[in-house]
């Protein structure tokens, strides 16, 4: 059997650009090399593109850059379809691709952006579309058309950044319309990157300046805090969709932050969630309306609150979570039944359908 040509990208000019480095060195050591002939993409975080052809522990370590890269592009026209790797004498060479899988996350890598470039290559490529891509990582937009699905989410209002801004004003209508404490948060990043929990003003002005930095495009949104505890379902699929297990975020922090998700600090994953059969299923029912309603492929895990009243809420909706063999996506599959390497074939076979 012919082996597929996979390019797999890492890293990404983002501030979850580490978070890549940690996900890609996983998916490279779980590829079954017998079916793929690899091709590793890494964007520094400047924005540069290399094919690397080192070890996968530099990557992990983030010294990758230091050796065994050549500057290249991706072919951007249909009738070359693969990456240019450029030579110092201004020629290239082209490295033919038959599917491309990005291991990114964030700005630049899990919002749109580069799936539009992947789609101009004519390439097919692992995850959503660029239109459920940029939807998805939009925290308004998913509100917005979660809402007119009629799947339940947190009140919201958004604020957009402009000069000689009355902080005031905005906190004395966000205290009324949504009540304290209210969580504020970046429309465009995640990783819990700019995320702050307001009980009072004394915070609200810096608060709201570092997740419009985290932001980057001078929109954040105010949400209600949910009572209750996190889960998540791992959903995949194009047409005819399968949803993992559910799993449950333990956390002794005010929310599920950084620290938690990537270093279990203070917080602890239980896959599967301690909840009954019945709202397990209702989760897992849940995530795939969400799924749809936001036109997903590929894979997405979808995260929810259950509330004291044993209702669901929809907290956030992620194209390309964490993807480390232990990361709570592959470990939902994992619980279903279906292991990483299987997995990653999957993801592969859904993009190349």
């Not at 954040?220 to 996190?230: A, D, K, M, R, Y």
């Not at 019945?278 to 897992?284: K, V």
Request: hydrophobic share 35%; with cysteine.
């Amino acid at each position: 059997m012919e082996k597929i040509k996979l390019a797999v990208v890492f890293g990404g000019n983002s501030s979850e650009y580490p978070v890549s480095l940690h996900s890609v060195e996983s998916v490279l050591c779980s590829l079954d090399e017998n079916k793929y002939e690899v091709t590793c993409i890494g964007i520094n975080r400047e924005g540069a593109w290399f094919v690397y052809e080192g070890d996968v522990e530099s990557i992990g370590n983030d010294t990758w850059q230091n050796a065994n890269c050549t500057p290249c592009v991706l072919s951007c026209s249909t009738s070359q379809k693969g990456i240019l790797k450029l030579k110092d004498d201004g020629s290239y060479e082209l490295v033919e691709i038959d599917c491309i899988f990005p291991v990114l996350h964030g700005k630049n890598g899990e919002d749109g952006t580069i799936q539009g470039l992947f789609e101009l290559s004519g390439i097919p490529y692992v995850g959503c579309k660029h239109m459920s891509s940029a939807v998805c990582m939009d925290k308004e937009m998913t509100h917005i058309i979660l809402e007119s699905a009629k799947i339940p989410c947190a009140p919201y209002m958004c604020v957009y950044e402009e000069e000689n801004m009355n902080y005031a004003k905005i906190f004395e209508e966000a205290k009324e319309k949504l009540g304290l404490p209210l969580f504020v948060k970046p429309a465009n990043a995640g990783s819990s990157f700019g995320i702050h929990k307001v009980s009072g003003f004394d915070s609200f002005e810096a608060d709201l300046k570092d997740a419009f930095f985290h932001d980057g495009k001078g929109k954040v949104i105010l949400e209600t805090t949910i009572e209750g505890f996190e889960i998540g379902c791992a959903v995949m699929g194009n047409k005819e969709l399968f949803a993992g297990s559910v799993d449950e975020v333990e956390t002794s922090a005010p929310f599920f932050d950084y620290e938690g998700k990537y270093h279990m600090q203070d917080s602890q994953i239980h896959c599967p969630a301690r909840i009954d059969e019945t709202l397990f299923e209702e989760a897992r029912s849940l995530a795939k309306r969400a799924y749809k309603a936001l036109n997903c492929s590929g894979m997405t895990r979808v995260d929810m609150f259950v509330q004291p009243n044993h209702t669901l809420v929809v907290n956030e909706v992620n194209t390309i979570p964490g993807f480390t063999a232990t990361s709570r996506y592959p470990s939902m599959m994992k619980e279903a039944g279906i292991e990483f390497t299987i997995l990653l074939d999957k993801l592969i076979a859904y993009a190349m359908e």
